[in-house]
Each structure stands twice: as C-alpha cells, then as structure tokens.
C-alpha cells in the first residue's frame, strides 16, 4: 500500500498506476465470493454498483487460473467511445426493437474486430515474448474508431436499408473468417473478452439506453455461441440504472438476463477482504509485533480475532456514548461496497497517523475517522444517481431533519416538499423510489425505537426493487445522519445488513 492509505487506494485504477498489473495480481484477494462464478462459462452479465468491485474484478481476468493461458481483451474508459455510441444510436429508427436489432450488429462488428486484431497482433503468433502493454490500454479508442467508421452507413441509409447494409458491411469485411481464425486461435490460448459500461447514464437518453441494452443481448446470444469454442465475453454494467434497463429498456429480459452475478458484499466477506488488504500493509512495511504464523482467510472469525481486533480493538465507545463492538460500527456506515470500507478505515488510519498510534486505533480515531469519511461517502451515492435524477442532491433536502425511525406515511409528506426540486417529471412514488434506490431509507425488518438494534433491509442489497408503503416502519441509513442532519429519536442503532447477534 501507499502512503496515507495502508487499506488501499479507493480505485483498483488508481492502485495499478501506482503499483503495476504484476503487483496488483499480488494485492488482489483471490478468496471474493465473485472470482469462481465470473468466470464461470454460464457468466456473461456482472453487474454493480459505484465501488462494488466491477473493475477489479475484470482486471482479475488476467491472471485468473481456472481458464488456463487466456488471452485478456480489456475495455475500459466507456467515456472514451461514449459520444462516437451515443451519434450511432441516435442514428437508428426510432422503434426501439430495431434499433437494438441494428445496435447488436453494431456490438457484433466491434467485438469481432477488437478480436480479430488481438489474434493479428498476438505476441506468441508473432514469436515475440510479452504482450504489448500499449495494445490493452488503446482498446476504448479503437471501439471509438471503429464506432466511428461504422457511421457514414447510418448516415447514408434509411430504417428500410439500414439492416441490408449492415450486413454487407459484415460481409465485406470477412467477418466469418474472423471468427473462424478466432476459433482456432481459442483451441490453444481461449479468449476473455471484459467490456466496461459507463458509471452514469442519463435514463431518458433513449439512444444511449438502447446501446446498452443492445450489448448485453448481443452478449446473451455470444454467451451461447462461443463459450463452448474457448471465447468468452464478460460485460460489466453499473447497478444503479440496470434496474431501468431491466424494466423499461430490455425487449425480452428473461431472454438476455441469464445467471446475472450481482456484486452484492457480505459482512465477512469485506472483513476478509479489508483484514487481507491491512495485513499486506503490515507485513510490507514490517509493522507486525507478534504476526500470526499462518491465517485461514476463508475463516472470517480468525481474520476478526487475529487481524481486526488487535488493531481496531473488540469494541468501542461510539458517538453516542454507548459500548459497541468495533466491526459492525464501521460496517454499518457503509452500504456494503469495498470502496466504502477502504476509505473510511484509511480515515481512521489517518488520525492514528497524526497522532502516532498507528497501527493501533482508539475510540476517537475510529468515532472521528467515520464521521470525517461519511459526507463524502454520501456525496459519493449522490454523484452516482446524479444522471438518473438530476437535481437529486436538492431533491433529497426534502429528508432534512426526519426522525432516525420513523413511520412510511411521513414519506409522502416529504415528497411534496420535494417537488419544486425535479427537474423531470415529479409524483410522490418517484420520490419514495428515489429514496429507497439511493439506499437513504430502509425498511425495518426487527427492533423498534425500545431496543438495542434495529435490523433494516435496504434496496442496494438486494436484486429486487424495495417499494415502501405508509404501512412500514422506516429508518435512515447511518451515512447520511450528517447530510440530512437527522433527528436521533432512539438510541437502538440501525444495522443496514442482516448480522447474527448473542
């Protein structure tokens, strides 16, 4: 690790600058519940929120051992052919099912020429050694350039000879002999195809919207087709619009949407991850004072006992002045993304550094570390729902100075507040998804203002919508207790995961 930032850089990005891809593969913790079922030949969809892992995970396709020897085709940086994408699209009929139809072609011509030059220019067909670093990082410029070439055919044609010159365009440029030599390239050395989609769509932007939804059917089908011949496309789509995607855009989901991986994090599964990333830091900067001889990382009960609490203690005194055990404190200001995690126990390392304790943190540090990390965490969630609902920040404002656990029926009576805010259209069932898709408020699954806990289920855990009733009882999640300075009407603290408790 870095510097300030014994837990990790907040971007898997930012850590392969830093530290190279041979020692990011070292860094990368092999035991994550995602790592088998995204290779998994049936796995052609993976999709998840801000900070949930996405780009880690693709990166991980490169030094993965169950697909032995691949050859790894990376896209990342969407924002670089995003606008080339969003000319196209708006290009195609304005019925939506041919203009996905004519957008798969558009998926089809662009994956099979990114194919088809990785297989030119591969390093052992061309009797060279290492593969050339500079031909990975170009691959989002040349979906651009071709994107790009692809354009005078939408530009000369109509919606009646769009298809037809499509598909001589495909013909022309040999396309079956591309696949066919890809084919037998895979026999040797099998393909991995990882294509990143943007962070933030905007969901009225039917061109864009149309793209995307093109992609994972063209993927669904591909899926079908080439895994069994050794290729494989993987393709990441951000969690906060595929529910839109899903619902609104899709022509026949339970067609494209097969065995989706959601990057959905358990509690011991970000302690092992988190436990791993602090104990590389102390071994490389040889701060163990009695290092354990050997940890079972697939034990989140030892990584707690012989990592966690050594450093972070068993519990604490918290901000309210009550004893709680250290883990689930820091747990439950997160919304369960590894992101999350890593920056606010690097904001606690921080004040331990100032101060001199480090790697031993106190009560203050982690009280102080969480509430300094928190607005940006929050203002992070904003950020990444900010296409979907323009204005979301003083859309939320309406929330401002709600009680910790309240009642459902008090959301209708904040919508209404909220409705000069919109700048889209406003209805009191907006505001009440807006609210739950961002993860604010939650529903009560157990407990009540009397008891020590209350156990809430929130929407980003889920794969499914969480819709909200007057009927419920509701609560706001811990992160956004400063943001919307939130009334504390009860002392029991909200656990915004399921947990088992003696």
């Excluded at 780009?55 to 896209?75: D, G, H, R």
């Excluded at 700048?423 to 699954?445: A, C, D, M, N």
């Amino acid at each position: 690790m870095v510097g300030k930032a014994p837990f990790g850089m907040e971007s898997c990005e930012a850590e392969i600058r830093i530290l190279g891809e041979e020692k990011y593969s070292d860094l990368y913790f092999d035991e994550t519940p995602f790592n088998n079922i995204a290779i998994h030949e049936d796995t052609y969809l993976i999709i998840g929120r801000r900070g949930s892992g996405k780009t880690a995970l693709a990166q991980y396709f490169s030094f993965q051992k169950q697909i032995a020897n691949p050859t790894c085709i990376e896209v990342h940086k969407p924002e670089v052919y995003q606008q080339v994408l969003s000319e196209i699209s708006r290009r195609t009929s304005e019925s939506r099912a041919v203009a996905v139809g004519h957008l798969k072609r558009v998926w089809e011509f662009v994956i099979w020429s990114l194919i088809a030059h990785t297989v030119e220019t591969d390093p052992i067909a061309l009797g060279q050694d290492e593969q050339d670093a500079t031909r990975q990082g170009s691959m989002s410029q040349r979906v651009a350039d071709l994107i790009q070439y692809l354009m005078r055919f939408f530009d000369d044609s109509d919606d009646n000879t769009l298809g037809l010159t499509l598909e001589r365009t495909v013909d022309k440029e040999n396309l079956q002999e591309v696949k066919a030599a890809a084919i037998k390239f895979a026999k040797r050395k099998p393909l991995i195809i990882a294509i990143d989609t943007l962070e933030q769509y905007d969901i009225r932007n039917d061109a864009l919207m149309n793209a995307l939804a093109a992609l994972i059917e063209y993927a669904s089908d591909f899926n079908l087709e080439y895994v069994p011949k050794n290729i494989h496309l993987k393709v990441f789509v951000s969690g906060e619009v595929f529910p839109h995607v899903e619902e609104s855009v899709l022509l026949n989901p339970l067609k494209a949407v097969r065995h989706p991986v959601y990057l959905l994090w358990r509690p011991k599964d970000l302690l092992r991850l988190i436990g791993w990333r602090f104990y590389r830091h102390l071994e490389a900067a040889a701060l163990w004072k009695n290092k354990p001889k050997k940890i079972d990382w697939d034990d989140d009960a030892e990584v707690l006992n012989e990592i966690w609490i050594p450093h972070f203690g068993q519990s604490h005194i918290n901000a309210r002045g009550q004893l709680e055990d250290t883990w689930p404190y820091v747990l439950r200001h997160t919304q369960m993304r590894p992101r999350q995690l890593i920056v606010i126990c690097n904001s606690i390392a921080q004040l331990a550094m100032q101060e001199g304790t480090f790697p031993h943190f106190q009560d203050h540090h982690i009280v102080g570390g969480v509430k300094n990390a928190e607005l940006r965490l929050a203002r992070e969630i904003l950020n990444s729902f900010s296409e979907i609902y323009p204005g979301v920040d003083r859309i939320i404002s309406a929330l401002s100075g709600l009680p910790k656990l309240f009642s459902g029926n008090e959301l209708d009576k904040r919508a209404s507040q909220s409705a000069a805010e919109w700048k889209t259209e406003y209805t009191p069932s907006r505001f009440k998804q807006l609210v739950s898709e961002l993860g604010i408020v939650g529903r009560v699954t157990r407990g009540d203002h009397k008891s020590d806990f209350i156990d809430a289920d929130f929407e980003y855990g889920s794969t499914e919508r969480l819709m909200l009733t007057h009927r419920d009882r509701c609560v706001i999640h811990p992160m956004f207790y400063q943001k919307l300075n939130i009334v504390i009407n009860t002392e029991a603290r909200v656990m915004p995961f399921t947990t088992k408790r003696g």
